[in-house]
C-alpha cells in the first residue's frame, strides 16, 4: 500500500520561513501534490512534483527527492492568512490520490 | 462556471435515517471522488467514479453506496445512518488520473452532516 507521514502541527513567526516535510511509502507514483486547506474551507491546489528538485510558484516552493522518498512544502514571507492545513498526497496515475494526514500551521504574530 | 457544487451544505440526521448528497461538476471531468474528513484524519475516499455508469470502492466504502448515471453528478447515499458517519463530506473531480498530469483535484465546498 501506500501511506504518507506529515507532522500534525507547526507553528512560525508572521514573515519568517517554514518547511512542512512528507515521507512516503510507495511502490512506485508520478509525483507529489501538496494542497491548502484553511478552516471551514474546501482543499485547493497548490504545487506538483514530477521530477525530483525544487518547484516555485511565488511565495510557495516544494521539493522531492525520490531517492528519500521525501517533500517539503516551504512557505516564505509568511503571512497571516497562511495559517492553514497542508496535505501532501502521492498521484500514482491510475488511481486516486492518496492523501496525507495534513500539518495544521498556525503563523503568529 | 461553478466548478464543483455540493447539496446540501448542512444536514442533520437521526439514527437510521437515509438521505442521498448530491454533487455537480460542470468542467467535464471524467473522474469523480467523495472523501469523508475528520478531526486529525485527513482526507479519506470512500468511493469514486472512472466515468459514467462507473463506480469503485475507496479506503472507507462500508456503510456508503454511490451512482453516477449522469458525467457531471456523483451521488452518495447513506441508507442507514450512524453517528460514525458524523462528518464533513468533500466531493471533487479531475480531468484524469493521469501518468504525466499533476491530477489536480478540484472539491468542493463541502456537506456537514451530524448524526444524532
Known amino acids: 500500500g501506500q501511506s504518507l507521514e506529515q507532522p500534525s502541527e507547526v507553528t512560525a513567526v508572521e514573515g519568517a520561513i517554514v518547511q512542512i516535510n512528507c515521507t512516503y511509502q510507495t511502490s512506485g507514483f508520478y509525483g507529489l501534490s501538496w494542497y491548502q486547506q484553511h478552516d471551514g474551507g474546501a482543499p485547493t491546489f497548490l504545487s506538483y512534483?514530477?521530477?525530483?528538485g525544487l518547484e516555485e510558484t511565488g511565495r510557495f516552493s516544494s521539493f522531492l527527492s525520490r531517492s528519500d522518498s521525501y517533500g517539503y512544502l516551504l512557505l516564505q514571507e509568511l503571512q497571516m492568512k497562511d495559517s492553514a492545513s497542508y496535505f501532501c498526497a502521492l498521484n500514482s496515475g491510475n488511481t486516486p490520490l492518496v492523501f496525507g494526514k495534513g500539518t495544521r500551521l498556525s503563523v503568529i504574530a | 462556471n461553478a466548478g464543483v457544487t455540493q447539496t446540501p451544505k448542512f444536514r442533520v440526521l437521526k439514527t437510521g435515517q437515509s438521505m442521498t448528497l448530491l454533487c455537480a461538476q460542470d468542467m467535464n471531468h471524467e473522474y469523480m471522488y467523495w472523501y469523508r474528513q475528520d478531526p486529525g484524519m485527513g482526507l479519506r475516499l470512500i468511493h469514486y467514479?472512472?466515468?459514467?455508469?462507473?463506480?469503485a470502492k475507496g479506503e472507507v466504502p462500508d456503510g456508503y453506496n454511490v451512482s453516477r448515471l449522469k458525467k457531471q453528478n456523483f451521488l452518495l447515499g447513506l441508507e442507514s445512518a450512524a453517528p460514525s458517519q458524523t462528518s464533513v463530506y468533500f466531493c471533487?473531480?479531475?480531468?484524469?488520473?493521469?501518468?504525466?498530469?499533476?491530477?489536480?483535484?478540484?472539491f468542493g465546498p463541502g456537506t456537514r452532516l451530524t448524526v444524532l
Open positions: 471533487a473531480s479531475s480531468s484524469t488520473t493521469g501518468k504525466s498530469s499533476y491530477n489536480e483535484q478540484f
Open positions: 512534483n514530477a521530477l525530483d
Open positions: 467514479s472512472v466515468g459514467e455508469g462507473t463506480t
